[in-house]
Every structure is written in C-alpha cells, then in structure tokens.
C-alpha cells in the first residue's frame, strides 16, 4: 500500500477509535511512531504535543495536521486532517438520527456507560506517554523492556521543570497567572536549559 495511503488509513482508524477527544488520538500516534519510525520518532510527538497544546485548535487534529504536511506538504496536511475528523463525521451524523429513538433505551446508555471509562484508559495512556517522553527524553515506549531501561535516559532538568511548575500552580500568587504566561516561561526555560 503506498504510504500516503496508509497514512490516511491510520489517521481514519485513530478518528474512528480514539474516544474521547485529541489526547485520545495520542496512543494511536504512538503505535504510528512505534510501526514506522520514518514517518516521525518519539522526539517529534513530544514536540507535537508541545506546540499543539499551545495554540489554537483540537491537540489530534494539529498533529495530524503536521504529520500530513510533514510527510506531503499541503495536500498531506488536508487528506491527514479529513481522515481523522472523518469518522467522527459520521458517527455523529448516524448517532444524531437515532439517538432520540433510543435515547431512554438501556442498552444504549449500558454502551455509552463503558464508553466513559474507555475515554479515560485512553486519555490517561496518552498522558502517561507525554510524561514518559519528557522525563526520558530518546525513551521508547514500545513496551515494559524498554521500561526497564529508561533509567540512562533519565533528564533531571525536566523533572526540576516539572516540579517549579507544579509548585507554581500551588502558589496562590502564581496560580492564577494567564496560562500564555507559563507556556512563554516554559519556551524561554527550554532555549536556557537547552532541553
């Protein structure tokens, strides 16, 4: 299968399965990384994310979005976009005609039930791969082998970064600064720390 095919196919099953919004949609990346490391490295989905989490727009979209452009230029951002929102699309289009049918029905609600915790395993892998990715900078997070070697790509920097920021938000002083201001911070601390 030629590769811009298969890369709208994997951004069509990562719309289709990724419930619960764009940190979602970060599992399915990884295994993308994980499956065709040409495509993008860990590295780069930490940047991704970075850069997605500051500025406007869905965090699954953005990334698909530069992976698209990335690998096809314009044409690859927009088939790469469309393939992830397209499922959505549908489903939405599908559940709206029949969710006043079946809204009371107990099945239905029994489905949207697991589906709720479906979101947050997902949403909390993804975040446990953000937390891996910047800790352990170079860390694959193919499995629990690499796991076990994390330890040699341990950065102490990021942790200190971690913990300044976490203390901020504690502070009732600080806690309430305008978050562009701890992204600013943040970008300025990466420059100095040469993180």
Same mark, same amino acid.
């Given at each position: ?6 890369? &709208?196919?994997?951004? =069509? *099953?990562?719309?289709?399965f $990724?419930?619960? #919004?764009?940190? $979602? ?14 495509? %993008? ?13 500051s500025?406007?727009?869905?965090l699954?979209?953005?990334? @698909? ?10 044409g690859g $951002? /927009?088939?790469?976009? =469309?393939?992830?929102? +397209? ?12 969710? *006043? *049918? ?9 489905? %949207? ?5 479906? !979101?947050?395993?997902?949403? =909390? $892998?993804?975040? %446990?791969? /953000?937390?891996?990715?910047?800790? =352990? ?6 499995? +629990? ?5 994390? #330890? ?5 920097? &990021? ?5 300044a %920021?976490?203390? !901020? ?17 943040? @970008? ?8």
């Amino acid at each position: 299968m030629p590769t811009f095919l298969l890369l &709208c196919l994997n951004f =069509f *099953k990562a719309g289709l399965f $990724a419930v619960g #919004g764009g940190l $979602a949609t970060l599992p399915f990346i990884t295994d993308m990384s994980n499956a065709h490391p040409d495509w %993008f490295t860990h590295q780069d989905i930490a940047n991704m994310v970075a850069i997605s989490e500051s500025t406007p727009g869905p965090l699954g979209i953005n990334m @698909a979005s530069y992976i698209g452009y990335k690998m096809f230029g314009f044409g690859g $951002a /927009v088939a790469t976009t =469309f393939s992830l929102v +397209l499922p959505s699309f549908i489903i939405i289009l599908i559940l709206s005609k029949l969710w *006043k *049918k079946y809204k009371e029905n107990r099945r239905v609600n029994m489905v %949207f039930g697991a589906l709720r915790p479906a !979101a947050v395993g997902l949403i =909390f $892998a993804a975040g %446990f791969s /953000v937390f891996m990715i910047a800790l =352990f900078p170079g860390w694959s997070n193919a499995g +629990l082998a690499s796991f076990a070697s994390a #330890g040699q790509y341990f950065d102490w920097k &990021c942790l200190v970064l971690l913990i300044a %920021f976490i203390a !901020a938000l504690e502070t009732p002083k600080l806690k309430n600064l305008h978050p562009i201001l701890y992204i600013l911070i943040a @970008a300025a601390l990466g420059i100095v720390l040469k993180l």
